[in-house]
């Protein structure tokens, strides 16, 4: 059976994009109404210029949670982006998420006193950060009482299904390898890997690093030339041709 949201996920799932241009302008001013109406009252901040795919898969919840300027968050149906603060006190605990930062489908953080983001850090598929481990090892019913906060400084980039561990704060630049589990904090321009995570390789230091704030340099200008790009590429789409490609597509959709 064809549902309402089948039919919003197959016209994605075409070997071209076969919507009209209006109909995807549509689409992209209800996603951010959605992101504005839903995810914005349930931060503390929300910065300016944000990318939120299918906001209606990305579920933030608990106190002092803030997010910078241009995060991208791309959430799937079967990998939701999970946000969330269970603090020790009913307003206690904070997630902060500096400018810049994208979050992939699948992430999942979980704080119970401080994940601190910084700027420009990227987070690959199903990355999972906690800084508790939510349950004493002898004590099964209390978390432990020690705090424990996560750090990551500018620019970390975490690789596919990687998991950081309470306590561990990862310096500037450095990268932790797919499917690693960091349980000791990771020094600046390194990179580690495995299960406990270990360096691997030292970056070089004299190249220089682009990250997501050069490419965010100028966001109304990007916003108006991807405009211009969709435009171009869905000029030709018709309305009649792309209602049929949802209820009968064929192999040059
Ligand atoms: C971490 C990563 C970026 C490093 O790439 P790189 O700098 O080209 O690293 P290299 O291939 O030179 O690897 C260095 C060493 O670490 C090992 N290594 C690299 N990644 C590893 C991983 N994820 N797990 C285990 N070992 C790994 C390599 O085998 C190599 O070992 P050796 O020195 O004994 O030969 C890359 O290996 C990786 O994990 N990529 C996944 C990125 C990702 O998830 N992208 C999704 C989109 S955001």
């Known amino acids: 059976m064809i549902t309402g949201l089948s039919i919003v ?10 919507r009209p241009y209006w109909v995807k302008k549509t689409y ?15 931060c ?9 795919m299918k906001p209606w898969y990305v579920d933030i919840n608990g106190p002092n949670i803030t997010i910078g300027k241009c995060v991208t968050i791309v959430a799937e149906k079967y990998s939701p982006v999970k946000i969330g603060v269970w603090g020790r006190q009913p307003d206690s605990g904070k997630i902060s998420i500096g400018d810049y930062v994208l979050l992939s489908p699948g992430v999942r953080l979980s704080a119970s006193d401080e994940i601190i983001i910084g700027n420009n850090v990227m987070m690959a598929n199903g990355v999972y950060l906690s800084d508790s481990d939510w349950h004493g090892v002898y004590d099964r ?3 432990d009482e020690k705090v424990t906060p996560i750090i ?11 998991i950081v561990l309470k306590g561990v704060t990862i310096g500037e630049n450095s990268i932790v390898g797919a499917n690693a589990v960091v349980s000791k904090d990771v020094p600046a321009n390194v990179v580690v890997a495995g299960n406990p995570a270990k360096v691997v390789k030292h970056l070089d230091s004299s190249i220089e690093r682009v990250t997501r704030r050069e490419y965010f340099a100028n966001p109304a200008e990007q916003a108006k030339y991807f405009d211009g790009l969709d435009r171009m590429v869905l000029e030709g789409n018709g309305f009649f041709n792309w209602l049929r490609t949802l209820i009968k597509p064929n192999n040059k959709d």
């Open 141 to 143: 019913t209390e978390r």
């Open 44 to 52: 503390d901040e929300l910065g300016a210029h944000h990318t939120i």
């Open 9 to 18: 996920v197959r016209f994605t799932a075409m070997r071209q994009d076969r």
């Open 152 to 162: 990551l400084h500018d620019n970390v980039w975490l690789g596919d299904s990687s």
């Open 28 to 42: 992209l001013k209800f996603r951010y109404w959605y992101a504005e109406h839903f995810l914005r009252p349930a």
